[in-house]
């Protein structure tokens, strides 16, 4: 049963509740009135018919005389239509019945049972189809009656209260079924408000199951307010973050396919290369000049895979490894230790230009790898005689360090590439220099990690500028894991 069904059986439940107990107090409290207004009017006339008989009787005395007066005073009230609704019984306080027209429905245990009870007593008794109050009273004022009568007479009256009934059973039928026909539409409204208000919930319900069917930019309608549009707010901008979540996987995981088709690539050749010249070397005595080749290439290669491995793992280790400590260090140490450990830039000019006293915050033996791999980057693209410069300037609150060549520069369609790993604008140059193409990721990789990123302009011809903008070491804090 979904919670559209339950909150319909919910309302209805409550109106039928509300409507039985509301109609049948009603009804009540009107059946009630009507019987106590029948019960006074009885009272009045049983009174009064007391007196009546008290005169008739006074004179009496036998039982069968009383029974003659009482029966033409009966007779007397059928003509003049006194009687109508009336009946009365005169009996013994022995229970013999004096004289009686009780109708049928009134039976002698009715009568003596109303004797019982006493001067105020009311009994109601009768069939469905009549019902009559009984009240019963001693009759004080009549004559000295023979034997078979020592403990008094009684007069028991009967007072028509059908119609009260008859009424209160017809209120009974027509109340419910105005509360069937209430009910019924009381039910149709519910269910078509039962309907509209679960609508939301039927869409969220639709939206979810087609985001986990893989439609991650499927939406909900917001509008209105309350509860509901909160919860569509709320669906969207968690079915946002699932879409930027798995938006974010699919690359990640494409980026991942790249690299170990790019890793492949990359060692695919060194190793053919090594099992090839190995394999020679293996297959019999050779010429002094070929084992030479052979044994030079076979280092070259192995020296190529080890600095190839040696820079995936430092890779890894800035973007899996735990954050580096950062701490005030000096930009002029950074640059010298990255120009301590260059190699031969083969004619390339190196300038370097740092204000005295600059500090980064940062993890020195990071940037320092950086800057290398920056100038080394563009060494390869830089013909003999060019120069680099090496810069550090004050942006801001901060500093920017910069490497700038004057060679080749990069192509606009590699641009947005060259951070990603094994990328290569020029593959033949490069790997002619012994690049591997991870050298900029790792400056990136480097960046990320100090909370900054790779700035690269570039134009065709004229050279590339990197750069890369750090707090002030002398007033930022210390930075610890």
Request: hydrophobic fraction near 40%.
């Amino acid at each position: 049963m979904n919670f559209a069904h339950k909150l319909t059986l919910a309302v209805a439940l409550l109106l039928c509740v509300t409507l039985s107990a509301g109609g049948a107090w009603t009804i009540g409290q009107n059946f009630s009135a009507a019987l106590d207004a029948a019960a006074s009017d009885a009272a009045v006339a049983h009174m009064r018919e007391r007196y009546a008989v008290e005169d008739l009787l006074a004179d009496s005395t036998s039982l069968a005389g009383a029974a003659d007066a009482v029966e033409d005073y009966a007779g007397t009230l059928q003509l003049s239509g006194g009687g109508e609704g009336y009946r009365f019984a005169v009996l013994t306080g022995e229970g013999v019945v004096v004289w009686s027209d009780m109708p049928a429905q009134v039976t002698f245990a009715d009568q003596w049972e109303a004797v019982q009870a006493g001067t105020g007593g009311m009994l109601y008794c009768g069939t469905k189809t009549a019902r009559y109050l009984l009240l019963a009273s001693p009759l004080q004022r009549v004559g000295q009656m023979e034997q078979g009568a020592e403990k008094g007479l009684y007069l028991v009256g009967g007072y028509d209260v059908t119609r009260e009934f008859t009424e209160h059973g017809r209120q009974l039928r027509q109340y419910l079924a105005v509360e069937c026909v209430a009910l019924v539409l009381a039910l149709t409204a519910a269910a078509l408000l039962a309907w509209a208000l679960t609508r939301p919930l039927r869409q969220l319900e639709a939206a979810s199951r087609d985001i986990g069917a893989g439609q991650y930019d499927r939406r909900v309608a917001v509008s209105g307010g309350g509860e509901f549009a909160r919860l569509a707010q709320g669906f969207n901008t968690m079915a946002g973050a699932v879409e930027s979540h798995m938006e974010a996987l699919r690359r990640q995981n494409e980026s991942r396919t790249r690299f170990v088709a790019a890793f492949t690539h990359e060692l695919k050749t060194p190793m053919t290369a090594i099992l090839g010249y190995a394999d020679l070397l293996r297959s019999g005595e050779q010429p002094a000049d070929v084992r030479q080749l052979a044994a030079d290439y076979i280092y070259h290669e192995s020296a190529r895979l080890e600095h190839l491995s040696r820079e995936l793992l430092t890779l890894m280790g800035v973007e899996e490894g735990p954050p580096p400590i950062l701490q005030p260090e000096s930009v002029a140490g950074i640059f010298g230790d990255a120009l301590r450990s260059l190699p031969d830039l083969g004619g390339v000019r190196l300038e370097s230009h740092c204000p005295p006293g600059a500090k980064v915050l940062g993890n020195r033996a990071l940037l320092a790898d950086l800057v290398r791999n920056l100038i080394l980057n563009a060494a390869a693209a830089t013909a003999p005689g060019g120069t680099i410069t090496l810069c550090c300037e004050r942006q801001g609150t901060g500093w920017r360090l910069s490497v700038q060549d004057n060679g080749r520069g990069i192509p606009p369609e590699d641009l947005p590439h060259v951070t990603e790993a094994f990328y290569m604008a020029d593959k033949s140059r490069t790997r002619a220099r012994g690049g591997s193409g991870l050298g900029l990721s790792l400056c990136a990789a480097i960046a990320a990690a100090h909370g900054s990123k790779l700035a690269i302009e570039s134009t065709p011809g004229a050279g590339t500028c990197v750069t890369i903008d750090l707090k002030d070491g002398e007033e930022a804090a210390p930075c610890e894991p």
